[in-house]
């Protein structure tokens, strides 16, 4: 079996480190694909062979002939961008490939949304066997992992919570939970809303410079995700018609699209660093989880809310409508301090809020804290398409969460899971009010 790994930018070469410090790298049997040829280099430095370095633009044209060149059994790991993963995945799926995603993605022609694109994967998993080759779509840290600690969130509650409600009804709760009918249980508790949270406090020691734009993962894609409307999957709990500035709704109301840009639009919210103001922004994992977890009339709202590092806040202020030609990708020996929270956050009416999730700081980890929950998180979906080689298409929230959160706790230390307080103005049984800016 061979492994093909498109795309070496940051992400690929943490996880490839990985890779190799579990013992699972084998030189003969691991390829690179990336257009960068200069990247070779890098590859040979962290073991591969100069002989299965190719250097390709990959694009709507010539993929098909791209992946003519996997056998059955073989892995495709899709780190690129503006590749149409839906493509690739429809021809993994076919003949016997292994494919593995940490996002969306489309090709540059291409004018798709995230929604529809969840829609197309959907589609999919119904068209292809149950037993197909297991590949696992859109599974980094977020989306990803973060569909674990939903569910590591929910047997928390159960387990731990001291609510009238839980307490007379764990046993039962218990009983749904490990018979994996989560949206069952979800709905019993009256999870309303679920915020994921991601706190970027890695503080650089470079002086910042105004003509250039920074960032601690890919700069296009930063740089879209806070320039776009945002999005919010809603639950049964909302009152879609009550929420301010919606522009558009579809899909009998659990998609949502804002007014304005989602750097503008301002969410006051719980972070493990303290209370934080992020971007309410749209994301892949906000869809698929809220389908996870729906039961009969009952769904939870589901959004993201992110707060990037200061020298990239800096720069989104600096380049509101267009990416500076000039980037840095911050790397770990520019950080001074800090590090990359992220985790989930669960309230309703029938248990007290909780947070589930992970906070790294950049000192303990070998790269950036933001690329090592990436690595990480998609090291651990490696591992578990190896131990269910035959399980079809998955979505993170189709992976047995034990397992995963315990084969990326080696990489990102332990996690925290703690019962929080709503913020001033914020009822455990709503959306958190946020704010556009003008």
Known sequence: MNYYLLGLGVIGESFLRIFRESGLFDPESFYVIDCDSSKKERFVNLGGSADHFFACMVNGENCTELLAKLNPGDTLIDLAENIRNIKLLNYCLAHGVHYLSTADASFNEEDRSVFSNFREFQQAKKKFPPDAATSIIEYGMNPGLVSAFVKAAIDDIIGQDSSPYVKEHRGRLEELTEGGRYA???????????????????????????????????????????????????????????????????????????????????????????????????????????????????????????????????????????????????????????????????????????????????????????????????????????????????????????????????????????????????????????????
Not at 231 to 253: K, T, Y
Not at 367 to 395: C, I, K, R
Not at 403 to 431: C, F, M, N
């Open 184 to 438: 069952e249980a979800a709905a019993l508790l009256k999870i309303t809303g679920i915020a994921e949270v991601d706190h970027d406090d890695q503080k650089p020691i470079i002086p910042f410079e105004e003509d250039v734009f920074y960032t601690t993962w890919n700069a296009y894609a930063c740089f879209e995700e806070c320039s776009f409307h945002p999005q919010i999957a809603f639950g049964s709990a909302e009152d879609l018609h009550a929420c301010p500035n919606v522009s558009r709704a579809e899909e009998e109301g659990c998609f949502a699209m804002i007014e304005g840009k989602a750097s503008d639009c301002r969410l006051r919210i719980w972070s493990p660093q303290g209370i934080m103001e992020g971007n309410l922004t749209v994301h892949e994992e906000i869809y698929p989880i809220r389908e996870f977890l729906r039961f009969r009339e009952y769904a939870p709202t589901v959004y993201f809310v992110y707060c990037p590092c200061e020298y990239a806040r800096r720069s989104l202020a600096l380049f509101p409508n267009e990416l500076s030609k000039k980037i840095h990708l911050l790397r770990k020996e520019e950080i001074v301090s800090g590090g990359e929270s992220v985790g989930m956050i669960l309230y309703g009416e029938n248990f007290h809020s909780r947070y589930f999730g992970c906070y790294l700081l950049t000192e303990n980890a070998k790269e950036t804290a933001t690329a090592v929950q990436v690595s990480a998180s998609l090291f651990a979906a490696v591992q578990y398409m190896q131990n269910h080689p035959d399980s079809g298409l998955l979505f993170p929230e189709d992976l047995d969460h034990r397992e995963v959160l315990k084969s990326a706790s080696r990489y990102l230390g332990t996690y925290i899971s703690k019962e929080i307080q709503p913020l001033d103005g914020w009822t455990p049984d709503r959306l958190p009010q946020f704010r556009i800016q003008k």
